[in-house]
Protein backbone atom coordinates (compact mmCIF):
# COMPACT_ATOMS: atom_id res chain seq x y z
CA UNK A 1 0.00 0.00 0.00
CA UNK A 2 1.37 2.99 -0.90
CA UNK A 3 1.68 6.20 1.64
CA UNK A 4 3.33 9.15 2.27
CA UNK A 5 6.43 9.84 3.81
CA UNK A 6 4.89 11.83 7.05
CA UNK A 7 3.06 8.30 7.36
CA UNK A 8 5.93 5.96 6.90
CA UNK A 9 8.66 7.88 8.70
CA UNK A 10 7.71 7.12 12.49
CA UNK A 11 8.26 3.52 12.12
CA UNK A 12 10.87 4.09 9.50
CA UNK A 13 12.82 5.91 12.16
CA UNK A 14 11.81 3.53 14.94
CA UNK A 15 12.63 0.37 13.15
CA UNK A 16 15.94 1.71 11.82
CA UNK A 17 16.99 3.20 15.13
CA UNK A 18 16.46 0.25 17.26
CA UNK A 19 18.62 -2.10 14.57
CA UNK A 20 21.04 0.32 13.48
CA UNK A 21 23.04 -1.92 11.38
CA UNK A 22 21.47 -3.27 8.01
CA UNK A 23 23.20 -4.62 4.73
CA UNK A 24 24.03 -2.84 1.77
CA UNK A 25 23.92 -4.30 -1.53
CA UNK A 26 25.74 -2.78 -4.03
CA UNK A 27 26.93 -4.11 -7.58
CA UNK A 28 30.47 -5.05 -9.08
CA UNK A 29 31.06 -3.84 -12.83
CA UNK A 30 30.06 -7.16 -13.83
CA UNK A 31 26.75 -6.51 -12.29
CA UNK A 32 27.03 -8.85 -9.50
CA UNK A 33 25.40 -7.69 -5.90
CA UNK A 34 27.84 -7.92 -3.11
CA UNK A 35 26.44 -6.76 0.53
CA UNK A 36 27.93 -5.97 3.76
CA UNK A 37 26.51 -4.39 6.85
CA UNK A 38 27.34 -0.86 7.55
CA UNK A 39 25.76 1.81 10.04
CA UNK A 40 23.34 4.54 8.41
CA UNK A 41 22.32 7.70 10.45
CA UNK A 42 19.47 8.87 8.99
CA UNK A 43 18.93 12.68 8.99
CA UNK A 44 14.90 13.02 7.86
CA UNK A 45 14.74 11.17 4.34
CA UNK A 46 18.35 10.92 4.15
CA UNK A 47 20.66 8.53 5.30
CA UNK A 48 24.66 8.72 5.89
CA UNK A 49 27.42 6.38 6.35
CA UNK A 50 30.73 7.36 7.22
CA UNK A 51 32.75 4.88 5.32
CA UNK A 52 36.54 4.61 3.28
CA UNK A 53 36.62 6.48 0.58
CA UNK A 54 38.77 3.48 -0.72
CA UNK A 55 36.98 0.16 -1.01
CA UNK A 56 35.08 -2.19 -3.15
CA UNK A 57 32.41 -0.63 -1.98
CA UNK A 58 33.54 2.75 -3.39
CA UNK A 59 34.32 1.22 -6.77
CA UNK A 60 30.89 -0.27 -7.12
CA UNK A 61 29.25 2.83 -6.50
CA UNK A 62 31.12 5.19 -8.58
CA UNK A 63 29.83 2.60 -11.63
CA UNK A 64 26.60 2.10 -10.43
CA UNK A 65 25.43 4.84 -7.82
CA UNK A 66 22.15 2.43 -7.26
CA UNK A 67 22.23 0.45 -3.54
CA UNK A 68 19.56 -1.35 -1.62
CA UNK A 69 19.45 -1.29 2.22
CA UNK A 70 17.43 -4.08 4.33
CA UNK A 71 17.17 -3.80 8.26
CA UNK A 72 15.43 -6.88 9.72
CA UNK A 73 15.53 -7.96 13.53
CA UNK A 74 14.27 -10.59 16.03
CA UNK A 75 10.94 -8.39 16.01
CA UNK A 76 10.66 -9.46 12.00
CA UNK A 77 10.00 -5.79 11.28
CA UNK A 78 12.10 -5.09 8.45
CA UNK A 79 12.60 -1.90 6.49
CA UNK A 80 13.64 -2.02 2.71
CA UNK A 81 15.52 1.25 1.04
CA UNK A 82 16.40 1.55 -2.60
CA UNK A 83 18.42 4.39 -2.82
CA UNK A 84 20.59 6.50 -4.47
CA UNK A 85 23.99 6.65 -3.25
CA UNK A 86 26.83 9.67 -3.83
CA UNK A 87 29.88 11.25 -1.96
CA UNK A 88 29.45 14.73 -0.25
CA UNK A 89 32.53 15.91 -0.66
CA UNK A 90 32.69 19.28 0.62
CA UNK A 91 34.11 19.72 3.50
CA UNK A 92 31.41 21.50 4.82
CA UNK A 93 28.92 18.57 4.58
CA UNK A 94 31.68 16.33 5.68
CA UNK A 95 31.81 17.91 8.71
CA UNK A 96 28.19 17.84 9.48
CA UNK A 97 28.00 14.17 8.39
CA UNK A 98 30.81 13.57 11.10
CA UNK A 99 29.10 15.84 13.98
CA UNK A 100 26.18 13.77 13.04
CA UNK A 101 27.47 10.68 13.19
CA UNK A 102 28.94 11.74 16.81
CA UNK A 103 26.73 13.01 18.42
CA UNK A 104 23.78 10.77 17.66
CA UNK A 105 22.08 9.19 20.47
CA UNK A 106 23.33 5.36 21.59
CA UNK A 107 22.92 3.02 19.63
CA UNK A 108 23.31 5.29 16.15
CA UNK A 109 26.23 7.61 17.45
CA UNK A 110 29.84 6.40 17.70
CA UNK A 111 32.74 8.36 17.27
CA UNK A 112 34.19 8.14 14.19
CA UNK A 113 37.86 9.05 15.28
CA UNK A 114 38.00 5.63 16.29
CA UNK A 115 38.40 4.85 12.56
CA UNK A 116 40.06 8.23 11.35
CA UNK A 117 42.19 10.11 13.50
CA UNK A 118 42.69 13.10 11.34
CA UNK A 119 38.51 14.30 12.00
CA UNK A 120 36.52 15.13 9.10
CA UNK A 121 39.11 16.33 7.37
CA UNK A 122 40.89 12.79 7.03
CA UNK A 123 41.15 11.86 2.87
CA UNK A 124 40.11 8.62 3.79
CA UNK A 125 37.29 9.51 5.45
CA UNK A 126 34.28 9.70 3.30
CA UNK A 127 30.32 10.61 4.08
CA UNK A 128 28.18 8.35 1.78
CA UNK A 129 24.37 10.13 1.25
CA UNK A 130 22.21 7.88 0.60
CA UNK A 131 18.74 9.20 -1.18
CA UNK A 132 15.81 6.96 -1.31
CA UNK A 133 13.48 6.38 -4.04
CA UNK A 134 11.56 3.88 -2.40
CA UNK A 135 11.07 2.55 0.90
CA UNK A 136 8.86 -0.56 2.58
CA UNK A 137 8.09 -0.73 6.04
CA UNK A 138 6.72 -4.44 6.54
CA UNK A 139 6.13 -6.65 9.44
CA UNK A 140 5.82 -10.29 10.44
CA UNK A 141 2.58 -9.38 12.44
CA UNK A 142 1.10 -7.67 10.19
CA UNK A 143 1.37 -9.74 7.21
CA UNK A 144 -0.17 -12.49 9.82
CA UNK A 145 -2.93 -10.04 10.18
CA UNK A 146 -3.88 -9.90 6.19
CA UNK A 147 -2.20 -6.29 6.22
CA UNK A 148 0.54 -4.92 3.51
CA UNK A 149 3.47 -3.85 3.34
CA UNK A 150 3.42 0.19 3.75
CA UNK A 151 5.82 1.33 0.57
CA UNK A 152 6.50 5.12 0.24
CA UNK A 153 8.39 6.00 -3.51
CA UNK A 154 9.98 9.44 -4.46
Known sequence: MDVSWQE?????HRITGRVVWCS??????KGRPRSRILHPVWDGAT???????DSFKAR???????VSLSYWDQEHEQVYAE???????????????WDLVKNAPPPIGYDPALFWQGGPTDPAFGA???E????EVWSLREMMQGKPSRVWRQ
Open 128 to 130: LRL
Open 132 to 135: PWRV
Open 8 to 12: LAPDF
Open 47 to 53: GWIATGR
Open 24 to 29: VTTVDG
Open 83 to 97: CKASWADDQETRSRV
Open 60 to 66: HIKRNPF
